[in-house]
C-alpha cells in the first residue's frame, strides 16, 4: 500500500510518461494483463488509456488490472490511469519511505 508521499512522487514522475496501452471495446482481457505484467516488471510505472468503446470506465479498468497483476493504482483522471509494481528485478524507482 502507498502512502499518500509516495502516490505524489510517483503522480509527478509519471507526468512525463505516454500512454502505453489502450483499453478497448474488449475491456480488460487476458492479453492486455499479461502485457501490463511484463511491462510493469521493466519499468515499475506505466500509463494507460481507456477509448470511449471500452465498457468500463477508467477506474474499474484501473482497479481490475491492478487486482490480477498485483499492483497499486497510483491515480485516475479521466480516461487515464497511472499503475506501479516495485519490480522483482530492476529497481529503477526509489520510492520515499515510511518513517
Known amino acids: 500500500m502507498l ?3 509516495q502516490r505524489a ?3 509527478g514522475l509519471a507526468n512525463t510518461l ?3 496501452f489502450q483499453v478497448g471495446k474488449g475491456g480488460v482481457n487476458e492479453q492486455l494483463i499479461r502485457q501490463v505484467d511484463e511491462t510493469l516488471e521493466k519499468r515499475e510505472l506505466i ?3 481507456t477509448l470511449e468503446t471500452c465498457p468500463e470506465t477508467a477506474r474499474e479498468a484501473a482497479e481490475k488490472i491492478a487486482a490480477a497483476v498485483g499492483c497499486d493504482v497510483v ?3 479521466g480516461r ?3 499503475l506501479y509494481r516495485e ?3 530492476n529497481k529503477t ?3 520515499v519511505k515510511k518513517k
Do not use: G, H, P, W
Open 80 to 82: 487515464k490511469f497511472i
Open 93 to 95: 524507482i526509489i520510492l
Open 47 to 49: 500509463k494507460l488509456t
Open 87 to 89: 519490480s522483482k528485478e
Open 3 to 5: 502512502t499518500s508521499k
Open 9 to 11: 512522487q510517483l503522480r
Open 18 to 20: 505516454e500512454a502505453i
Open 75 to 77: 491515480q485516475v483522471i
